[in-house]
């Protein structure tokens, strides 16, 4: 029931109309859901980081919904572009229709590119556990259940690899969290855009209810626990393209 809700919420958007009903029948049954997320909190910086390599590197994360994950990005400064899609299975089902199915191995996800000279991949990382999601759900973020929400990091190198493991191990350790983390590292996969109606999603419907109930909250984190990290403009994919 749950993802049949959470499926529909998404796909009622396609490319930009939806029935004002249906959106304000969700709004009622998102703002009725208690939310346990443990998203906004306060974690130690990794021990272990990457050293810069080049003036441009991407990081490959999946945290839930890919809505708020990019939205959290687009306003970090350091980050050049964040584009939502797919990761974790083939070319041929990178659809949102598809991975819906959440048996494409799939897992909706965010590439960020990033000026490793202004934030390292380290510190993207911290900002990833600390508010883009809840890293102690397994195969859930929130409303959303399967494995197409579920926690993961696509590690772009063996490099990324062992700062990602060796941080999932400090945290764990520290007992950050009130329960373990479930964070898959999954190298070796592809990314594969998203449809352009998913992207710059959290900036072009900021009154959408799933977006006022799950994910605006991540931005007011971002903005308390990491002011000096926080852009007031976020840096969109539409203006990038726009660009080119």
Known sequence: MTRDISRARKIAVRPVFWLSAAVAAFGAWALATPSAAQEGIKIPAPALDAPAQGNSEVAV???????????????????????SGYAGGDKQTAQYNVVGSGSTGHAESVRITFDPHKISYGRILQI????????????????DTGT?????????????????KAYVAQ???????DAAIATTIEPGHAFYKAEDYHQDFLTLNPTYPYIVYNDLPKIENLKRLFPERY?????????????N
């Open 171 to 177: 945290l764990d350790n520290a007992k950050v969290f």
């Open 148 to 164: 197409q929400y579920r926690s993961t990091i696509f590690p772009a190198n063996a490099e990324q690899a062992k700062v990602a």
């Open 128 to 143: 990833y556990f600390s508010v883009a999601h809840d890293p102690t759900e397994l195969n859930r973020q929130g409303p």
């Open 61 to 83: 994360l999946a945290g839930g919904c890919f809505w708020g994950v990019q939205g959290v990005f687009q306003h970090v400064e350091g980050v050049a572009n964040a584009v």
């Open 231 to 243: 852009r007031s403009d976020p840096v969109l994919v539409s203006e990038a393209r726009a660009s």
